[in-house]
Nanobody
Framework: QVQLVESGGGLVQAGGSLQLSCVASGNILAINTMGWYRQASGKQRELVISITSDGSTNYADSVKGRFTISRGNAKNTVALQMTSLKPEDTAVYYC???????????????????WGQGTQVTVSS
C-alpha cells in the first residue's frame, strides 16, 4: 500500500521560514513528479511548486524567489523550504506524487497519483 506522509508545518510569524517534508512509502518503482499544493480556507486547492524526476521545477508566481523544492537521492522524498513567509501563504499544504509507479499485491505494475493527508501552515502578521 502506497502512502505519503508529511511532516513540518506549524505557526510562524511573517518573514519567517518553515520546512515541509514528505516521504512516499510502499512498493514504489518510480515517481514522475512530486510537489506541494495548498488550499486556503474557502479557496480551491492550487499548485505551489513541483519537481520532476529529472529535476525540472514548476512554481506558482506567488512563491517564486521564496520557496524551494528538492527531492532526496532515493527520489521518493521531497522537501519544501519556505522563506519570507506572508500571511497569504496560510493554508493546508498537501504533498502530491504524480505518475507513481508501484507493484500491487499480485506483483502487477500500476500507475497512480497520491496525496498526503495535509499539514497546516499558519503565518501570523
Amino acid at each position: 500500500q502506497v502512502q505519503l506522509v508529511e511532516s513540518g508545518g506549524g505557526l510562524v510569524q511573517a518573514g519567517g521560514s518553515l520546512q515541509l517534508s514528505c516521504v512516499a512509502s510502499g512498493n514504489i518503482l518510480a515517481i514522475n513528479t512530486m510537489g506541494w499544493y495548498r488550499q486556503a480556507s474557502g479557496k480551491q486547492r492550487e499548485l505551489v511548486i513541483s519537481i520532476t524526476s529529472d529535476g525540472s521545477t514548476n512554481y506558482a508566481d506567488s512563491v517564486k524567489g521564496r520557496f524551494t523544492i528538492s527531492r532526496g537521492n532515493a527520489k521518493n522524498t521531497v522537501a519544501l523550504q519556505m522563506t519570507s513567509l506572508k500571511p497569504e501563504d496560510t493554508a493546508v499544504y498537501y504533498c502530491n506524487a504524480g505518475g507513481l509507479v508501484y507493484t500491487d499485491y499480485l506483483g502487477r505494475r500500476r500507475v497512480n497519483d497520491y496525496w498526503g493527508q495535509g499539514t497546516q501552515v499558519t503565518v501570523s502578521s
